[in-house]
Structures are given as C-alpha cells and as structure tokens.
C-alpha cells in the first residue's frame, strides 16, 4: 500500500481533532459499508426471484437450492461439531434454505479463508523454530496434579511452554491497569508491541501515543496491530499508515482490513490484546485502548474491567504471539529472535516449583478449542469453587453442562455479568441462558453498578485464568484471543478478592427475575437459533 501524503495526513490529524467531524465521518463510513453488503444481498435475492418468475428456470432453481441445503446438511450432520451448534444451523437451512445456505458458507465453518490460515500457519512454524533455537524444545509437563495437566494440555495443543518464575500481578480495574502500563512504557528502551481490538483517540490513547513518539524518538522500536473492524467507528481509514509517518521507528498493521464485501473472512477477527516492553513485562486482560476502560467516558454506568502484568521469562510467549501476526500479514518480516531475551534477564527471577505461568492464545485456524477446553477442564475439576467474570454468557451444551454439573455436585459456582449492557440482544441472549444454571444451582449475578467486561475465572484458590476470551461462541470459535493461566501465586487470590467484591456489589439473579410471557419466549427462542452469530 502506498504511503500516506501530507494531505492526508492533515485531514487525518483535523479529524481527529475535531471530535464531532470525526464521528460522523466514522458513522458515515460504516453506514456506507453496510449499505454496500446490503445492495450485494438485495442483488442476489434479485436474481432468485427473477428466476423463480420464470418457469423453467424456477424450478431448476428449486431443485439446485433442495439439493444444496440436503448436502449442506448432511455435511453438518457428519460434523463433529457441538450438537447445539449443529441443530441451529440445520434448523435455519430447513427453514429458509437460501439464507440458512448462504450464512453458513459465509460464517459455519468458522475458520478463516484458505490464504488466511496458509500465511499464519507459516508464519507461525518459522516462529516455534526460531523459540526452540532460542530456549530449547517445549517439553511436556508430567501430570500429577490437575494444574500440571492444563499444563501438559497447553504445552502440547496450543504450543506455550511452562514457565516457573517471573510475577504475575492481577489489576481489578482499567485505571490500575493503566497506571502500571504507563509506567513500563517510560522504562522502554529496546522495543514496544501493542495489539489490540480497539484503539480510539481520548486520553488513554493520547497518553500512550505521547509516550510512543518519545520512545522512538530515542530509538526504541514500536510495533503496533489493531483490528480495523474492531476500530471501525474508532480510527479513521488507512490509521496505520498515518501512524507510521510519525516517525521511522513506528510500524503498523491493521488486521483484516474491512472491505464492503459478503466475505469469511469478515467473521475472524483479532480479539487479543497485548502489550510487551523490551521482553522483560507484558500486559493483558480485557482493557482496549480507548477511554471507557479506564473510566473517563461513561458509558453504561461504570466499567468494570481486569488487567494482568507478566514480568520474566513468560513475556516471552507474548511476543511469540505478536510476530505471530506481524510475519504473516507484513511483507517487512522481522526475526522473533531480535525480539527474544534469553535466560531469564539475567536469573533475575528465580525458579518456584510452587508456580505455573502459562501465556496462550487460541486461533480459528483449526478446531482445537483452547479457550473453551481450559474452561470447561477447570470446572471439571474444581471442588470447592469456581468463580466467573464475563460480559456475554452464550454457551454451548458441553459448558453449560460442565457447569451445572459442578454445581449439583456441591462447587460453589458463580457468574458475574453486566447489569448495564451494551448490547441488547446479546444481553437478552446471556439473559435466556440464566434458566438451566439457575435450576442446577449456580448462581449468576448482575453487576449493577454498571458494564462488566472482564474475562476471569479462579477456582479453589489453586488456579486462575485472566485474558480476552468471553464465554460466548464469538470468542470461543470464531476470534483470535490469547490469555494466562497461572496458578501457585498471590495474583489467584487476589482474582478471588475481586470476585467476592463484585458479588457484594451486583444483584443474585432469581427464576422469578427471567419470567418472560409467550412472546418473549418465542423472541428468545428465535435469538438462540441465531446465537453463534452474536
């Protein structure tokens, strides 16, 4: 792509700027998208109906349409998918066969187009050599313990080793978490990786930006992905080259870029965020890069959000994470191992038999679960508690079952998600998935005090996982996530500080709370046909 001019650069710049101007263009924008992918479907149902006007054609229309929905289904069938999954796109296909038809070529596979996942499966491999050259084969934790089996799952599934040292800080709010990640950032002095789904101009992205320029100023290499759906109404068009004019020692992506077409690959996108300084501290969690998560623009009452800091030699998984990405969509790659320190900075950290430290990230690329199998494996496995923060509650058999059945078999299990949504029918969704876990005992709360956008759970004071990944279909199998699991360190009772926190502040949700009239259960009804779309 060509580079930015110095016309463009202004516009961007006056944009930006001016917040009323920016907005409208941004909603213009996506008003002009979305009328574009409505033409191309108004177009195609067109067509179908100029066919089926016409005898003969119509009918061979008939015919190809029944014949691609019985395959179509029979290839489900033959799926080894989830069987809640199976029987909603079924459903839809038999019901309105060219729309059911059409939606599942476009979004039921999940996975991303054929170049998609060529490109990242490189890049990937030539990364797993470059990390053995560097620290050696990833070796199989022995199981002797439920954590040493996660342990084992993730070393060997989704490719991250162990790691026994380093720290690991849990922060229970975005202003925290911001506070500490502008304080690794004035400490930069080789590099800087941010990967994020939203960045938007306001004070926390001015302050980082600010601190961005100053580093390379200095000649501190900075690298930076966004999603460009997840800033579509964020970031005006073509943000990564106006970044990059700044100054020579800032690049950027933008993942996926969003074109008005019907496409798959729209379907995957880059959920993950992160932030690595020089190798030695990474942060993660739920918190975006724009002012909400961090409390200074209100929307849907407070927002409640969780952060991580890693700090030793597991940081070194995150940037495995982030060239990951870089090598596969730029045509500029750089070595993983200029990214890479080697021996734990020094022996810096000492070793602690006691502790697990396990960065990960879960991909669309295959059908290997990560997010959803550590889920389910550490409510499986707990006997005393399991604690949840989720925004979006839309499960699947096999994890609503899991935790219903931990539940009747006497695990205090709880669910905290928001009082306040940002998405109505997505609430109502999470709303219409309350009955059954309710009925098996769990208890879900609502967070009253506002919007909850954590992605948290800690079980029996043993273990907890913090990171991106929602418990809803979107984030289990169709977007990019990454997370840590970590067990043996204070930061696990600090997750259940929380928790016992937030359950003092939010409402217990009751069967008498979700009573719905007819209709309202027809519309619930109709939106979990619907649901592995949200």
């Known amino acids: 792509m060509k580079k930015l001019s110095e016309r463009e650069k202004r516009w961007i710049e006056r944009t930006v700027a001016n917040n009323r101007n920016y907005k409208l263009y941004l909603y ?49 069938i033959n799926q080894s998918e989830r069987p809640s999954l199976k029987m909603n796109w079924i459903l839809l296909i038999l019901l309105v066969p060219i729309i059911g038809v059409s939606m599942y070529l476009m979004y039921g596979d999940g996975k991303p187009t054929k170049r998609l996942r060529k490109r990242l499966s490189n890049a990937k491999d030539k990364n797993k050599e470059a990390f053995k050259s560097a620290f050696g084969e990833i070796g199989l934790p022995n199981v002797q313990t439920r954590g040493e089996a996660i342990s084992r799952y993730l070393a060997k599934y989704a490719d991250y080793p162990l790691y026994q040292n380093g720290i690991v800080t849990y922060y229970k709010s975005g202003e925290e978490t911001f ?51 997840g800033c579509i109404v964020t970031l005006p068009p073509r943000y990564d080259k106006y970044l990059e004019s700044l100054h020579k020692n800032i690049k950027c992506m933008r993942f996926n870029r969003v074109v008005p077409v019907l496409a798959l690959r729209m379907n995957n996108r880059d959920h993950r965020k992160m932030m690595v300084v020089d190798g030695k501290v990474a942060f993660t969690g739920g918190i975006n890069l724009a002012d909400e998560y961090i409390g200074v623009k209100k929307r849907f009452g407070y927002w409640k959000d969780a952060g991580l800091k890693i ?35 020094g022996g810096r950290y000492a070793l602690n038999e006691k502790m697990r430290v396990q960065p990960y990230d879960d ?49 205090d299990v709880r669910i905290v998600t928001p ?45 907890a996982v913090v990171g991106t990944v929602n418990f809803d279909y979107r984030s289990l199998y169709h ?55 949200f």
């Open 28 to 76: 213009n924008r996506v008003g002009i998208i979305l009328f574009l992918v409505l033409f191309q479907l108004a177009g195609y149902i067109w067509l179908l109906y100029l066919f089926a006007h016409n005898s003969v054609i119509g009918l061979s229309v008939q015919i190809a349409v029944e014949a691609i929905a019985l395959l179509a289904v029979l290839h489900l």
């Open 179 to 229: 506070s500490a990640m502008l304080e690794a950032l004035r400490k930069a002095e080789k590099f800087i990786l941010l990967e994020y789904f939203i960045i938007e101009h306001g004070k926390m992205w001015g302050e980082i930006l600010k601190i961005l320029l100053e580093k390379a100023e200095l000649g501190v290499q900075v690298r930076i992905i966004y999603d460009d759906m």
């Open 311 to 345: 700090e030793g030699e597991a940081v070194h998984s995150f940037s495995r994470m982030f060239f990951d990405f870089w090598n596969a969509f730029r045509q500029d790659e750089e070595p993983l191992e200029n990214y890479l320190i080697k021996k734990n900075d």
């Open 363 to 411: 991909s669309p690329l295959d059908k290997i679960r990560v997010g959803e199998a550590v889920y389910t494996d550490i409510v499986n496995g707990a006997t005393k508690y399991v604690y949840i923060f989720t925004p979006y509650l839309v499960l699947d058999d096999a994890l609503r079952a899991a935790l219903a059945q931990a539940s009747m078999r006497g695990v």
């Open 419 to 463: 009082g306040i949504p940002d998405k109505k029918a997505v609430f109502r969704l999470t709303r219409a998935n309350y009955p059954l876990l309710i009925k098996a005992g769990v208890k879900i709360y609502e967070y009253t005090p506002g919007f909850i956008h954590s992605k948290c759970i800690v079980s029996d004071d043993d273990c």
């Open 479 to 533: 977007h990019f996530e990454n997370a840590v699991y970590f067990s043996g360190a204070e930061a696990v009772l600090d997750v259940k500080r929380d928790c016992e926190e937030t359950f003092a502040l939010s409402k217990l949700c009751t069967q008498q709370d979700l009573k719905r009239n007819v209709v309202g259960r027809w519309v619930d009804a109709l939106l979990r046909v619907f649901e592995t779309l």
